[in-house]
């Protein structure tokens, strides 16, 4: 990327002479390598900086054509990385944009240095009309229920320790976005003396706090008392030696361990121990399993109120002794539900998942010796990749599935976003780069812009980036694509397209039964179609290889090894595929 968009002449003496100089030389102490941006006056002062002070290099712009894109992509590359991107939005009209998908990487839980700006706050210098209608007496208050901290720096010192604390509290846990509102009109001020940047090193974010040495007696009891315990891995790090002592404690244990399909890979989906797919929401299996355990352990599981409700509905009469693990009440603040319900726990453990199980195992080597709680044996037997009967002629939506499964090979891919209804059943996941999750916060549009942050940050690390889309997700996102084609990133996009809006349909339907009316009217105000969108064609105006409608399981296929060849050789790549209406695996509906 370093050939694109590189200033033609040397524009700096190396000096920080502007006040936004000062945020850009921040950003580049902070080791930040990329900053996605959709252009505005509000700004241009920072944008100045980063071209001609810093040379867009470190960090390097990403233009982006909506502000939607500007934070779907930094979301995707903390996904992948668990490491901030920088985000720029254009006074109040820009962050208007930007805030869904800033919400959905709050529900997300990830780290994002979004940079906002505002005025001239000062009345004297603003232009008429437009300054004043883009400048906001308190630019923070429409995002600060959702972000976890927020600053409009008043001097350029003040700039200094503000994107220093932002990037110190973006990524302790539990992470999620900040935002830092430059004043236009402080970006823009000469500099009366030198600023300095102090040394980082002294700047550093804490790592996730551990338990105490009584919890983790108290727990390693537990399990070594436990006949048949319950293990839910819920949200963890990308880390590799963070990922082997999960196993190793699994093992340990003799757990049965559950998964959850909206977080990211957390678990090899085909170890013995993993007792179902990974779940959007309980099988019947996962339900009997919950049930008939004496021990529950929750490390950092999301809406586990809400997981208990599947199998017991007044969750306190579960007969299990539960241990919950996590540090996420530190962001609850009662605006949002996505603190989820209460849940009666014994065991409450105020400290990082990972961290905690990182205490646990020396722990429970000492307590256990030389006794085994596992006896090797596998606790679910797992489905063969079979295609549907009508492959042939038709593709179901599991058969995507089946077909990357059957294509992958020892290729290393990640699959960077799938459809509701994802079966899970087939794909396996063996790293914590197989799969990066769900967008967080179930916004429309996010997925596209998602994918390409993901395949930036992957870019070059052996690794091919792959992702499974719905069709209205895709349309709301998809001139994220053309960020992808000019900066040359890889990825390949799969549309799993049923041609409607299938989620409400369903909802329409279950309306529809409760209030006796008729069922076949559910696709009113639901199908995109007649005419059929020409999904390959909006993406080939993007800059973006594509085909299809692909309509049959062999065709789709012969288009995927295309698309993977593609990805290989560097290049962004579409294949919209015509899938049956339905789910693999169907949400839950509400009144049924």
Known sequence: MNEIERPHLPSSNGKIEWASDIAAAVLRALNIEYVALNPGASYRGLHDSLVNYLGNVTPKMLLCLNEDHVISIAHGYAKATDKPMAAVLHSNVGLLHGLMGIYNA????????????????QLEIRRPWIDWIHTAKDQGALLRNYTKWDDEPRSPQGIV????????????????????????GLQETKLEKDIEIP????????????????????????????????????????????????????????????TSIRERSIFPTDHPLMASPPLG?????????????????????????????QVQRKTEDLSAKIVHVSLDSRLHNGWSMDHFGLTPVDVPVTAGADAFVAQLIPALEKKLGSRKLWDGKSRYERKAAEYSAD???????????VALQKLRGSRKLSLAHATIGWAADVYQFHDPLDYLG???????????????????????????????????????????????????????????????????????????????????????????????????????????????????????????????????????????????????????????
């Open 106 to 121: 709050w529900c997300d839980r990830v780290p994002m240095m979004v940079l906002g700006a505002t005025g001239p706050v």
């Open 199 to 258: 040394d980082l090193a002294r700047f550093r974010p804490a790592p996730p706090p551990s338990a105490s040495e009584e919890v983790v007696e108290q727990v390693v009891d537990l399990i070594a008392s436990a006949k048949n315990p319950v293990f839910l891995f819920g949200r963890g790090s990308r880390d590799q030696g963070d990922w082997d002592r999960r196993i190793r404690f699994a093992e340990l244990c003799g757990a049965s361990v559950l």
């Open 438 to 592: 769900h967008d967080g916060g179930a916004g429309l549009g996010a997925g596209p812009g998602i994918v390409v942050g993901a395949a930036l940050a992957l870019k070059d690390k052996g690794r091919l980036v792959v992702s499974v889309l719905g069709d209205g997700d895709f349309m709301q996102g998809v001139t994220a694509l053309w960020t992808a084609a000019h900066y040359k990133i890889p990825a390949l996009f799969i549309i799993s397209n049923n041609r409607s809006n299938f989620n409400d349909e369903i909802h329409q339907e279950t309306v529809a039964k409760v209030r006796n009316r008729p069922v076949e009217n559910r696709w009113i105000g639901q199908r995109m179609d007649d005419p059929a969108i020409d999904h390959a064609g909006m993406a080939r105006a993007q800059g973006i290889e594509a085909e299809g409608p692909i309509e049959n399981v062999p065709d789709l296929e012969r288009a995927i090894e295309r698309g993977l060849k593609a990805v290989e050789a560097g290049r962004p790549y579409l294949i919209d595929a015509h899938v049956t209406p339905g789910y693999a695996s169907p949400p839950l509906k509400r009144g049924e």
């Open 391 to 401: 492959a042939a002629t038709k593709i179901a939506p599991r058969d995507v599935e």
């Open 161 to 184: 320790d503000g994107m220093l604390r932002a990037a110190k509290v973006t990524v302790e846990a539990p992470s999620a976005p900040v935002y830092v509102c430059l004043d236009a």
């Open 281 to 309: 929401f309980l099988t019947p299996k996962a339900k009997d399993l919950v049930k008939s355990a004496d021990l529950i352990l929750s490390l950092d599981w999301v809406d586990l109120n809400g997981t208990f409700q």
